[in-house]
């Protein structure tokens, strides 16, 4: 399966100001995702990040508060907007496509903890 | 609404003992099931997928999937301290779109 890394691992940072957390992966692949994770609970999806396209952003989430750019079949950004407490948690990419049944495979993560 | 239940456990298992885990969803025309292991602090990792009735066996893995009966579960046989963490099932609902829905996960221990 593909390397995927994540930049930054984890951030702390002030109510009101914005996060660009960066995917790359070591391969081209066809999809990559955005994913949440509240602590302690599962992953729900942010969005879809097409190449060349504007995101497809899943119910209540928009694209004013999460912009995601996408622009090879490598790297895609996703930035959380204006922060709050409520946006502390795990943002995970994920990437598929290079299986037969297009399996996903997550990146490690970035840990983020708005004051 | 699609939707994946997980019993959230605590699961305990003595070591070396079968594990099982179970995943129930909502829609009858599903096509793909994953198992993702998620230790604390990590991302998920992919372990098992399942797309066809009856099981799929890899290593001390079973996934058992029943579409008439909308379940899917994880058998780890053989059960190691190292198994201990979160189980998370994903359901891939229609063909063609690609997104996951998660489960809320089953947090095994694995006692020795």
């Known amino acids: 399966s593909a390397v995927i890394s994540q930049k930054p691992s984890r951030d702390i940072c002030q109510r009101g100001t914005s996060l660009t957390i960066q995917c790359q992966v070591d391969s081209q692949v066809t999809m990559m995702f955005w994913y949440r994770q509240q602590p302690g609970q599962s992953l729900t999806l942010i969005a879809t990040a097409n190449q060349g396209s504007e995101a497809t952003y899943e119910s209540g989430f928009v694209i004013d508060k999460f912009p995601i750019s996408r622009p090879n079949l490598t790297f895609s950004t996703l930035t959380v907007s204006n922060m709050s407490p409520e946006d502390s948690s795990i943002y995970l990419c994920s990437v598929a496509g290079q299986g037969t049944y297009n399996e996903q495979f997550f990146g490690p993560g970035t840990r983020l903890t708005v004051l | ?112």
Not at chain 2, 17 to 40: E, G, K
Not at chain 2, 79 to 95: E, M, N
Not at chain 2, 99 to 110: A, E, N
């Open chain 2, 1 to 112: 609404q699609k939707e994946v239940e997980q019993n959230s456990g605590p699961l305990s298992v003595p070591e070396g003992a079968i594990a099982s885990l179970n995943c129930t969803y909502s829609d009858r025309v599903s096509q793909s099931f994953f198992w993702y292991r998620q230790y604390s602090g990590k991302s998920p990792e992919l372990i098992m997928s399942i797309y066809s009735n009856g099981d799929k066996e890899d290593g001390r893995f079973t996934a058992q999937l029943n579409k008439a009966s909308q379940y899917v579960s994880l058998l780890i046989r053989d059960s190691q301290p190292s198994d201990s963490a979160t189980y998370l099932c994903a359901v891939k609902f229609h063909f063609g779109n690609e997104k996951l829905t998660f489960g809320t996960g089953t947090r095994l221990t694995i006692i020795p």
